[in-house]
């Protein structure tokens, strides 16, 4: 299985992230890249490749120009109003005020299009976020010419990231414009399926109204873990999309049994729904000693996990995501590609 990634993630590394009250280093590190990229290269899985450019094309057909633009020119309008650190959203519109006006002002334009504030946009952000998108389109790339599967290693993630909103550590939503690629390309079904400890809320959000694009995710219960406000049982779909949309939210100190049983219920919905091409939100903070997640998987578990989802025998592109324990994130990682490989 072929391996893209770009060198360019390290150009997104913010100085901090609030958590439990305190400046800590982010979860979210350039580290956790090289853990993989390791992993990978000594379990002889080392046909890793350099992307090339970003296509912007499909973002712009599938997300709101606005929050593009956002993207691309925040740390210039951020410096140019004077502002001396890193961006981080301070003020967001909340119940009762208006979510249809869009303020002039940087300071609250980043609130309008951020939804947790521990996502931090530094000078980099921009180019490393266009880098991860371009590792994912590589890869789908790679699938339509006929692989049965290829690695994005994307850094920054991205399946938090919404049609018009960053935040849990995502910019761009690597694996939604990959689906609408597939889609682009003639897959006339496509499944999502996010086995990252958190809730896929961007990619929920982006099909939620869709027909065309299964989406089924894992995660810890929203009343438990963030994002806190989305992954309901009852969250099924809208309109055209109802009944694409299957979440499995699951208890604090869920083990490999109980989330097997969703994996293989997802799994068997895929199946019913009749896909024709599937992509993998590949988190691996499901992992039992991962520090911002609660369920109890272990090492051994990803592989099989992956064994399961490559019996599905689909053209499959995974997307990184998650995993924070960044001294096993490289062996869960690849125990995912290696159990799909060997299925």
């Given at each position: 299985m072929k391996t893209f990634y770009s060198e360019d993630h390290r150009m997104h590394f913010p100085q901090a992230e609030l958590?439990?009250?305190?400046?800590?280093?982010p979860y979210e590190r350039p580290s956790r890249v090289e853990y993989v990229l390791a992993?990978?290269?000594?379990?002889?899985?080392?046909?890793?490749?350099?992307?090339?450019?970003v296509d912007l094309t499909p973002a712009?057909?599938?997300?709101?120009?606005?929050?593009?633009?956002?993207?691309?020119t925040a740390w210039d309008d951020w410096k140019a109003a004077g502002m001396a650190g890193e961006i981080i959203a301070a003020n967001v519109p909340a119940r009762h005020m208006h979510l249809?006006?869009?303020?002039?002002?940087?300071?609250?334009?980043?609130?309008?299009?951020?939804?947790?504030?521990?996502?931090?946009?530094?000078?980099?952000?921009?180019?490393?976020?266009?880098?991860?998108?371009?590792?994912?389109?590589?890869?789908?790339?790679?699938?339509?010419?006929?692989?049965?599967?290829?690695?994005?290693?994307?850094?920054?993630?991205?399946?938090?990231?919404?049609?018009?909103?960053?935040g849990g550590y995502c910019f761009l939503n690597n694996a939604a414009i990959v689906a609408q690629m597939m889609r682009d390309g003639g897959a006339a079904k496509v499944a999502v399926l996010d086995i990252d400890f958190h809730h896929g809320n961007g990619t929920q959000e982006i099909f939620y109204d869709r027909g065309d694009v299964l989406f089924a995710s894992l995660h810890g219960a929203p009343e438990d873990s963030y994002p806190y406000f989305i992954g309901y049982a009852d969250e099924t779909g809208r309109g055209p999309g109802e009944g694409a949309n299957i979440n499995y939210p699951m208890l604090p100190g869920t083990g490999y049994d109980l989330w097997g049983q969703a994996l293989d219920d997802a799994i068997a919905k895929i199946r019913a729904w009749g896909a024709d091409a599937l992509v993998v939100s590949l988190g691996v903070d499901a992992y039992k000693e991962d520090p911002i997640s609660f369920f109890?998987?272990?090492?051994?578990?990803?592989?099989?996990?992956?064994?399961?989802?490559g019996k599905m025998g689909l053209p499959t592109v995974f997307c990184m995501e998650g995993g924070y324990a960044i001294e096993a994130v490289g062996i869960n990682t690849v125990n995912v590609l290696e159990g799909f490989e060997d299925a």
């Open positions: 958590s439990g009250g305190e400046f800590v280093t992993r990978l290269k000594e379990r002889g899985m080392s046909d890793i490749n350099d992307p090339g450019p712009r057909s599938l997300l709101d120009p606005g929050f593009l633009e956002f993207l691309e249809d006006r869009i303020p002039r002002n940087i300071d609250g334009k980043v609130g309008y299009y951020c939804h947790a504030s521990e996502t931090a946009i530094t000078r980099g952000t921009w180019a490393a976020a266009c880098s991860s998108l371009a590792s994912a389109q590589a890869a789908q790339r790679h699938v339509a010419a006929g692989a049965r599967a290829a690695f994005a290693l994307c850094r920054p993630p991205g399946h938090h990231a919404t049609k018009d909103q960053f109890k998987l272990d090492s051994p578990d990803f592989m099989d996990a992956g064994r399961r989802i």
